[in-house]
């Protein structure tokens, strides 16, 4: 009992559609850490952020736990932060701001044009790849239909609203930012303060798993890579 007591428990959320099946190669002392899979709920119908934040903290069991989320996930674990005392806050490929998003994605906020995104999953991946990720290479995009699994169309919809209107203006200074610099979803030019992975991209946690094993750990215990 003892021992379990002195173990860090790392709660990790996966991005928009996926499931936590895209934390399978990531691995983490056992002797350190305890690993968490949170997996996304069905909104409520015009559930706030905030308010599905706070509905997903019934997931998290334990107190001052590490919260890393990936993408869309970040953004929610960010957004859970504000009401719970945390040990580290660790996105993944994500924004921490508005002003983080590119600039296609602000344009689509500002126009609605998100609302004309179709909601069947296939439909919304190829459709993602095309608009927002650009020259998306085919082998990474197989990859990453390989993970989505939350195919409900009014998550769907809820997500991709609260994404490209998220209301934050300011920072938290206690998110730790790991980016890929090769991150064509959210483009590293419009991020700042942030850990570079060289090379990395927007599904870095599932092909670059061998560099989050080996610098993980330090970032949870220090805060700093």
């Known amino acids: ?12 959320m996966p991005g928009l559609a996926a499931n936590s099946t895209i934390f399978e190669f990531i691995k983490l002392p056992k002797d350190q850490f305890k690993i968490h899979y949170l ?26 736990p590490v919260f890393i989320g990936v993408s869309f996930g970040g ?28 600039r296609r994605m602000q344009f689509a906020a500002t126009t609605g044009v998100f609302k004309l995104l179709p909601l069947g999953l296939l439909d919304y991946v190829d459709y993602f790849e095309r608009i927002a990720v650009g020259n998306f290479l085919k082998r990474r995009a197989k990859l990453y239909k390989q993970y989505l699994s939350v ?18 203006t300011e920072a938290n200074k206690k998110v730790i930012h790991i980016h890929g610099d090769k991150d064509q979803v959210f483009p590293v030019r419009y991020i700042s303060n942030f850990i570079k992975v060289k090379g990395g991209t ?18 949870i215990l220090t805060g700093k890579n």
């Open 75 to 102: 953004v929610v674990v960010q957004e859970m932060a504000r009401f719970i005392d945390l040990k580290r806050l660790i996105i993944v490929s994500s924004v921490k701001c508005r002003d983080e998003l590119p």
């Open 1 to 12: 009992m003892k021992e379990a007591n002195r173990l860090i428990h790392v709660y990790l």
């Open 151 to 168: 195919t409900n169309r009014y998550y769907l919809s809820w997500a991709i609203r609260n994404m490209v209107l998220w209301n934050c």
């Open 202 to 219: 927007h599904v870095m946690i599932i092909n670059r798993y061998r560099w989050f094993n080996e610098h993980l750990p330090k970032i």
């Open 39 to 64: 997996e996304w709920i069905i909104p409520f119908e015009k559930e706030s952020l905030e308010a599905y934040a706070k509905r997903m903290l019934k997931y998290v069991k334990h107190e001052n």
